[in-house]
């Protein structure tokens, strides 16, 4: 039933109203109604008498032309047939209605009937074209709305498929260095390759669930990169000093798996490996202004013209830019006395 009175609403009754209530002024105002020349009184009787039946056959005439379009579905809308049957069907049904509740003069017949039907037809046609319009905007509305909806689900599909495929380029990248290492140190000391192993059980437990997922907690991020550190620090001895600053209030805060942890890869690999006397680096999370930040510092080599430009930062670039747009950023710094600072600035909370 809902379907069948679509485009019903209080300012169209309101419109119907007004124009019943100019007709029946009109009816009052003209010298064959035999009001004019009485009291002020009697004129206002016979408004509202005209007014009462007037308004019966117009909300009569707006229910029945809407059923009409409304129930021809499309063709309410595009065919011109449908909207003559809509106009004739509201100009004799409201005629009718206006015999049943008894608001014809006594006496008159099939003649005055017809001369209801042919004194309305004119309105339920300037009716019906205007909710043709009416509905014709409303379908429009409605497939630009749903072809909105299409377009979001397509983006949303799109941006998971990329989202995907730069995480894979992650597990790989992560993967393969840290059995490098093992590899290597293996070769060289066996004590030192089993240590290591145990090491990389428990980095790979900890990386191993989260590769695939879009999110993680700053506490489960922590959790990785202290067990990359542990592979690393068997690697590089006394050469490699760690230290994070994470406040507890910040550890359940929703981050991107495996940035912090290209962070810190990439500043052992370019920053303190290749100097003889190695370095240390400095992991810290804090929270301000509706933004948490999280900077991996180290003390080694610092920026060169290279610095930047490498596969890992890019990777972090291109997710930071499909999960948050231009509210998370990375950025590259000097640190003092030497060294680099990368900090990544995601929305919080």
């Not at 100009?91 to 003649?111: D, F, H, M, N, Q």
């Not at 941006?159 to 393969?176: D, G, K, N």
């Not at 991020?221 to 490699?240: F, H, P």
């Amino acid at each position: 039933m809902q379907r069948l009175l679509n485009g019903l609403s209080w300012s169209a009754l309101a419109l119907v109203v007004a124009f019943c209530a100019l007709q029946a002024l009109e009816w009052v105002l003209a010298p064959a109604s035999g009001v004019v020349g009485g009291g002020i009184g009697d004129m206002a009787l016979g408004w509202l008498s005209r007014m009462t039946v007037f308004l019966v056959t117009g909300v009569t005439m707006l229910l029945t032309a809407l059923v009409v379009l409304n129930a021809a579905g499309r063709a309410g809308r595009e065919n011109f047939g449908v909207a003559v049957l809509a106009a004739i069907a509201g100009a004799g049904v409201s005629a009718l209605v206006r015999y049943a509740i008894g608001a014809t003069p006594s006496g008159e017949g099939a003649a005055y009937m017809l001369l209801v039907f042919t004194s309305w037809l004119g309105s339920g046609a300037i009716l019906v074209a205007g909710y043709v319009f009416y509905l014709r905007a409303q379908a429009a509305e409605e497939e630009a709305r749903g072809a909105q909806l299409r377009r979001s689900a397509l983006e949303t599909q799109q941006l998971a498929t990329r989202l995907r495929l730069l995480q894979a380029q992650v597990e790989p990248h992560f993967l393969f260095n840290t059995l490098s290492n093992v590899r290597r140190l293996c070769q060289s000391d066996a004590a030192a390759g089993r240590a290591m192993l145990a090491q990389l059980t428990r980095y790979l437990r900890a990386a191993l669930p989260r590769m695939r997922e879009n999110e993680t907690t700053l506490a489960e991020e922590i959790d990785l990169v202290s067990a990359y550190l542990g592979v690393q620090k068997i690697r590089m001895g006394t050469r490699l000093e760690t230290s994070i600053d994470a406040p507890a209030s910040l550890l359940a805060a929703r981050v991107p798996p495996m940035m912090l942890a290209t962070l810190v890869e990439n500043a052992i690999k370019h920053g303190i490996a290749p100097l003889a006397e190695g370095g240390s680096i400095l992991i810290k999370a804090q929270a301000s202004g509706g933004a948490l930040t999280l900077s991996v510092a180290d003390n080694g080599q610092g920026l060169t013209a290279a610095s930047g430009s490498g596969v890992g930062l890019a990777n972090i670039r291109a997710r930071l830019a499909a999960l948050y747009g231009e509210r998370a950023a990375l950025r590259l710094e000097a640190n003092a006395p030497r060294g680099v600072t990368a900090v990544i600035t995601l929305p919080f909370p």
